[in-house]
């Protein structure tokens, strides 16, 4: 597949959609980006490149990074996570309360920001440096050395987290988060501020376009049964209320963040990373969901 010659051509029809929406501005340092920026870089499992634009300028990955906690939560835990958070589409937007107190403290799905701050929370439980820790294996998953956290976008997005902490105390009172909150946050802030380019991003989540085993290193980042339930729930609920627009049109298994990165990836093909900051209401990359959208209507490929 000439996947240079069709991301060209995607891009020259991109133009006609313009670059609606606008950036996550709750957060001051995300406010600050260039809305022109737009970057996409495909890796295929047998390390084959497709680049355009922006492709090697690092943004603010945000909630992108939730897959990569949860896989390690479930490396660690097992079956057992699913006791403190389900794996159910929710259908309302990545940081609603409504759904909470009426499911008694219980998160429908890792990857809104409820679920989020409960896998903190697991990490915290048992790993000895969080951060550091934390880090480390997103590092060994990549094999990038260099992914690091961005402290000023954690402590801007700190200064305003009042709809997270609204969360994780209503979590608290019901039993459902063990650590400090404020730890909790403060872990599940910095996370949020880890910067990566398209290429790195799209390189990082190799291992779940192929059956849980990093396709460079052969080390098995998580079992394959495991690969597949956590492309499960990309699938259902890695949009949040757009889960099934984004199922609909783009067909793959993905992940977006406020930072304007979606991923996206193809079992036993490749993965895909798109950067553009500006936001529909669903608080999703506009170009970057119209991008994949007529990418695999090119290719012909997705996984239905
Ligand atoms: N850090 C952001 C928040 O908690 C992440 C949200 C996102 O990327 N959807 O609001």
């Known amino acids: 597949m000439k996947y240079n010659k069709i991301i060209k051509k995607v891009n020259n029809e991109l133009v006609a959609f313009g670059n609606l929406g606008n950036v996550a501005s709750y957060i001051p340092e ?29 943004f603010s990955i945000q909630s992108i990074s939730k897959v990569i906690s949860l896989t390690l939560a479930y490396k660690i835990e097992g079956e057992n996570l ?22 008694l403290g219980i998160p429908r799905n890792p990857l809104i920001n409820a679920g989020a701050l409960v896998i903190c929370d697991i990490l915290i439980t048992h790993l000895s440096s969080p951060k550091e820790d934390f880090i480390a294996f997103i590092r060994q998953v990549s094999g990038i050395p260099t992914i690091d956290y961005c402290n000023r976008i954690a402590e801007s997005e700190k200064s305003v987290g009042y709809k997270n902490a609204a969360l994780i ?35 990082t989540f190799l291992f779940l376009a192929n059956y849980g085993v990093c396709p460079f290193s052969k080390e098995i980042i998580i079992s394959r049964s495991k690969s597949k339930r956590i492309n499960a729930i990309m699938q259902l609920c890695g949009f949040y209320d757009e889960a099934g627009e984004f199922s609909f049109k783009v067909g793959l298994p993905g992940k977006s963040g406020v930072g304007g990165g979606i991923v996206a990836i193809h079992p036993n093909k490749y993965s895909i990373a798109v950067w553009s ?16 959208d007529l990418f695999t209507t090119e290719t012909k490929f997705s996984i239905f």
């Open 30 to 58: 995300l406010s600050a980006v260039n809305t022109s920026k737009f970057g996409v870089h495909l890796t295929t499992i047998a390390n084959q490149h497709a680049s355009f634009g922006d492709a090697d300028e690092k």
């Open 277 to 292: 900051p500006k936001l529909n209401e669903k608080g999703n990359s506009y170009k970057g969901i119209k991008f994949l």
């Open 82 to 103: 699913w006791d403190r958070v389900g794996v159910e589409p929710s259908g309302t937007p990545f940081n609603s309360l409504v759904q909470l107190e009426h499911d």
């Open 169 to 203: 105390n209503l979590m608290k009172s019901f039993g459902n988060i063990k650590n400090d909150i404020d730890v909790v946050l403060d872990f599940y802030f910095n996370l949020c501020s880890i910067e990566m380019t398209c290429k790195e991003l799209s390189q």
